[in-house]
């Protein structure tokens, strides 16, 4: 019922050169399939590049961050119409990277979404508790909490196309995964809140991606589980082998 996401996040990785070699090489590798979803986000200055070469292709183009504004005078932010007009598709919002050192808040969280929702860009809000959080029993909380308050004063209709990431910050690149049981009960936590607050339809139809330290190795049983719906994979989609073998999970 629910289409797998599979998701790349470059981070600060690759200049448009390096992106579009990138695809080039993905392109072959990924051809033909349509029964899940992929997309890939590079960087702010590779989007354009990127998105040009991906255009033959199914795989879809996302940005890793937006700025809430329509337009004006915020230097160094970018709008959410000039990731539309680079050819994006999707939005990443709220990574653990951005919330622990540029000052994300659940607040700025909700302020993007709303800004994606009303750009026609499919929102990827990510949540996630750190190994402290975990460790005091917080990680339920926590998660409710960023779920409720990147969430508040949206409605359902305007989130049908909406993504969750779960992404455990303390397996994000470090190569520690969570278990497959500790990634479906906080899947099916998510999923169960998200009714609550949304209503059933909206959290069944609901994709709710795994992130941290996904692999080649690790894809299969992760996506085995009833509620995990994709990945969105960090390093391990930097190379179109690696890349390209974690979107052919089976
Ligand atoms: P990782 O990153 O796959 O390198 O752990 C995941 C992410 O941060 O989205």
């Known amino acids: 019922m629910r289409k797998p996401l599979i998701a790349g996040n470059w981070k600060m990785y690759k200049t448009p050169a390096e992106g579009v070699d990138f695809a080039r090489q993905l392109a072959p590798l990924v051809d033909g399939i349509n029964d899940r979803d992929i997309m890939i986000a590079p960087a702010f200055p590779a989007l354009e590049a990127v ?12 940005a ?18 000039m990731l539309v007009a680079c050819g994006c598709r999707y939005v990443i919002i709220g990574h653990s990277e951005r919330r622990q050192y540029f000052g994300e808040t659940d607040e700025t969280v909700r302020r993007k979404v709303i800004a ?6 499919v929102p990827v809000m990510c949540v996630g ?17 960023q779920i409720k308050n990147g969430l508040k004063d949206l409605i359902a209709d305007d989130l049908a196309a909406l993504v969750i990431a779960y ?22 936590f998510i999923r169960s809140h998200v009714a609550e607050l949304l209503g059933s339809t909206l959290a069944e139809g609901m994709r709710i991606l795994y992130g941290g330290s996904v692999k080649p190795e690790n894809i299969s049983e992760l996506m085995a589980m009833p509620d995990i719906d994709g990945a969105l994979v960090g390093g391990a989609s930097l190379k179109p ?10």
Request: charged share 25%; no cysteine; glycine share 10%.
């Open 51 to 62: 998105g040009g070469a991906l255009k033959p292709t199914s795989v879809a183009l996302g």
């Open 129 to 145: 508790e750190t190994e402290k959080e975990r460790e005091a029993g917080q990680t339920f909380p926590i998660l409710d909490k």
């Open 64 to 81: 890793q961050d937006l700025f809430w504004e329509a337009d004006g005078a915020y230097t160094g932010q970018v709008a959410p119409r």
């Open 167 to 188: 992404e455990p910050v303390w397996a994000i690149g470090t190569g520690k995964t969570a278990t497959v049981d500790q990634a479906q009960e906080a899947h099916r």
């Open 116 to 121: 994606a929702v009303k750009a026609g860009l």
């Open 241 to 250: 082998d690696s890349f390209s073998r974690i979107v052919k999970f089976n």
